[in-house]
């Protein structure tokens, strides 16, 4: 039997999809936490270990890439979405950190709105991320794409409605800057959502 001196494709698709997967577990668990009201050490440090292992599956990617020379699609763009994906989480893990950092109540009804948004995005996201592999279910990846554009949209209404009644009813400064951080990140949260879709979107197109 010869020897093969082409790198055998790595199943860089279940790479992603399982960072996709995790990255949908932290948003899921943080929801709970919100819904319960609790966001404490252990909450806080469980999204911190899924953080964790998604880094640690966008290292393996990388040193797949760096390994293999054919890949399923151009090896920028899953460079691109396993780094997109993590930049999501990490962002999951600064709010969590932050709100136990700052004392501040998990109750809060308009953060409980973001975190919903994002929870619904993540889950788009990984939806998208599951199907791409799959050339016919293009119009269903597209439709997870739209989806999280629609959440994104429904986002930025919900910071500029979080911020002015922010600053309408609480009369602590500190606690308005406190908070406008947390709902930025939040909405920034989204964006970055929104910039892993287009990332995919692209893709669609470049391989349709």
């Not at 001196?5 to 943080?30: R, S, T, Y």
């Not at 990846?141 to 002015?164: F, H, K, M, Q």
Request: glycine content about 4%.
């Amino acid at each position: 039997m010869g020897i093969s001196f082409v790198p055998k494709e790595e199943k860089f698709f279940d790479f992603l999809g399982q960072q996709a997967e995790n990255l949908m577990k932290a948003a899921d668990f943080f929801k709970t936490a919100i819904r319960d009201g609790k966001l404490g050490e252990d909450e806080v440090k469980k999204i911190r270990d899924l953080e964790h292992e998604g880094d640690t599956l966008a290292h393996e990617i990388t040193d797949m890439l760096n390994k293999t020379f054919i890949t399923p699609i151009d090896r920028e763009d899953i460079y691109s979405l396993a780094n997109g994906l993590d930049d999501v989480l990490d962002l999951l893990n600064a709010m969590a950190g932050r709100m136990k950092l700052y004392k501040l109540s998990p109750s809060d009804e308009d953060f409980a709105q973001f975190i919903d948004l994002i929870d619904q995005s993540v889950s788009a996201l990984a939806s998208a991320v599951k199907h791409m592999p799959d050339m016919k279910r293009q119009r269903r990846v597209l439709d997870y794409c739209i989806e999280v554009n629609r959440l994104e949209n429904l986002g930025d209404a919900a910071r500029e409605r979080a911020i002015s009644r922010l600053f309408d009813n609480e009369k602590d400064p500190l606690q308005v800057i406190k908070w406008k951080e947390i709902y930025e990140t939040a909405e920034g949260t989204l964006d970055k959502c929104e910039h892993v879709a287009k990332e995919i979107e692209a893709i669609l197109v470049k391989h349709g």
